[in-house]
């Protein structure tokens, strides 16, 4: 299905779901206690940037906002939004989504704009940072509660951990599948997988991502695979790669492609343009909205629930816009040095301080790996296709 395609499926499944009455709460930064929302009743829906969406200077924002939310300030001033229930913008990420939030909740005075404050750094030793997101976990459920009438119901809670959870085994499993064999399903359809969870996940979406699953598991069975893929899920959840097991044969070239708040499918939209290019050559990304959602810990049921979902968004591979770079790129270097990976594409978004700054040090660890690496700066509208569809054509023919 095309990127246009799959946009226009998630589009029209969530008008469906406003119009059947459900109240629908927007977010933006990926990393959500989605359990939260759906414990109160609610329907939590990733915002996503949209191509052919004008987006241009915007009086509104500050000169620093990236490509990303200058897309999707665009979409909300021109009417392309769906109405929701509510808007959810992070605290502590990013200044160019601080700005978002606080210009939004001046210009667009009738949204209801709600806010979920991250701890700055993800990594110490005395809990301090779980307690303070469980704290605003909890802060964020009494809102939803004052303002919607729907109270936390610890049945609705258990019921959302397992969804949640039985989509991110589905989609590991998947992902795993891909790096030992990526021709067992192709990258296009396991981003349009995750891409239909996240913007309405509910049993539908889940059990389309089961069903690709058994056929995957099958195909791997005939092959023998299964164990391979199993090493593989189990070392990316843990970071041991000691047992790894890859099969002896690989297709080459093998890319992995990094980056931040960049859309999966407008990467496989770019890639499939370059001539004699299959997808195939995609072994795996460390995208927000692929890789880095998918290979999130669950809740732990037996926990309270405000610091069970606090462990579980917090153990989420990092993000450049929290503290922790020397821990990212021990977790880059374990990737690409266990799974034979050839080539790594560094997409940034346009304008993204977080992702400029980290980039550098991304291309530096793949360096000393000997992994040839490329940094391409895209925008939500793609607006430079040709001239990037050629360097990386040319990138990858460095690799052949
Ligand atoms: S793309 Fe970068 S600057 Fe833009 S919202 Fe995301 S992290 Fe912030």
Redesign the pocket.
Known sequence: MSYEGVIEQSVAGLKELVEAGEEIIGY?YPHVPLELFIAHGLTPSLIRALPGVSSGFEESLQTFA?S??RNLYSQRANGQFLTLAGLLFPGN?????QN?GDVWRIRFHDDRVLRLTYPVTRYNQDESTTKFLAEEIRRLSDKLFKTYNRPFLTEGYDGAVDLVQDFRNGAQFLYSARVVNPRLISYSELVRLVRNFLTIPNLSSVSEIKESMAVVQTAADELSLTENIESVKGAILTGDYSRVKLPDTLETPRIVIAG??VEPQAIVSLMNEIPDFTESSIVLDFLSFGFKTVFTGAPSKSDNPFMAMAKSVLSAPG???HEGLSFRMNAMRGLLSNLSIQGLIVCE?S?????QFEAPSIEKAACELGVKTIRVPLDSELSDRGRIETRIQSFIETLE
């Open positions: 933006i990236c990303y939310i990420t990013c200044d160019a989504l978002l931040g708040m993000e450049p816009t978004q304008f993204c301080d977080p992702d």
